[in-house]
């Protein structure tokens, strides 16, 4: 069974900085694109970031403005969002996302997901 | 960037009733779509994709269907477990995008 549990979500005061991780099981982990998409309080999915298998090809939201950075380690199974300089638009739920596609080089669909650590941003 | 409209927002339907989600993409998404069911506490799901092609597992009183850029999905006879919001997703062009979200309520 294709398991994704999220981790590292909790309360920070703007300007911070958080790292999420999402531990993939179930699944041969290099071989699968990865995503993160996070859910703001009473608001819809939004995508945030796209890795590669092989980490090659790496895409971001463009209303992220180059604050976070997505990073995979296929010996751990774990995929990585560091969060920098954050603000109160940044509080929401954060899923990490398998692609559908093996090998995928661009974002496709989602085919397994995990239930999420909330990031609340506040001082 | 692709901007996906999804209506209703909201929706009462009764047990048993056929529930009925429309999606429009701001352009020809190629059937580049799929259907996701969300519940509080638990992880999203995949339901279809390429616009009709139903996900292995999910039950066949699911269905979507539509090309170009015009899209329903059904529910052909609700269930108290799919009491849930569903979100319609665009994947022909980065950045990939969803719509705004149908929450399907008991009436």
């Known amino acids: 069974e294709v398991q994704l549990v999220e981790s590292g979500g909790g309360l920070v005061r703007p300007g911070g900085s958080l790292r999420l991780s999402c531990a993939v099981s179930g699944t041969t982990f290099s071989r699968w694109s990865m995503h993160w998409f996070r859910q703001a309080p009473g608001k819809g999915l939004e995508w945030v970031s796209f890795i590669r298998s092989t980490s090659d090809h790496i895409n971001y939201a463009d209303s992220l403005r180059g604050r976070f950075t997505v990073s995979r380690d296929n010996a751990k199974s774990s995929l990585y969002l560091q969060m920098d300089s954050l603000s109160a638009e940044d509080t929401a739920v954060y899923f990490c996302?398998?692609?559908?596609?093996?090998?995928?080089?661009?974002?496709?669909?989602?085919?397994?997901w995990g239930q999420g650590t909330l990031v609340t941003v506040s001082s | 960037d692709i901007q996906m409209t999804q209506s209703p927002s909201s929706l009462p339907a009764s047990v048993g009733g056929r529930v009925t989600i429309t999606c429009q993409a701001s352009q020809d998404i190629n059937n580049r779509l799929s259907w996701y069911q969300l519940r509080p506490g638990k992880a999203p799901k995949l339901l279809i994709y390429d616009a009709s092609t139903l996900m292995t597992g999910v039950p066949s009183r699911f269905s979507g269907r539509g090309s170009g850029t015009d899209f329903t999905f059904t529910i052909s006879s609700l269930q108290p477990e799919d009491i849930a919001t569903y979100y319609c997703q665009q994947y022909d062009n980065l950045p990939v995008s969803f719509g705004g979200g149908t929450k399907v309520e008991i009436e």
């Open positions: 996302a398998r692609d559908a596609v093996e090998m995928a080089a661009k974002p496709y669909y989602f085919d397994y």
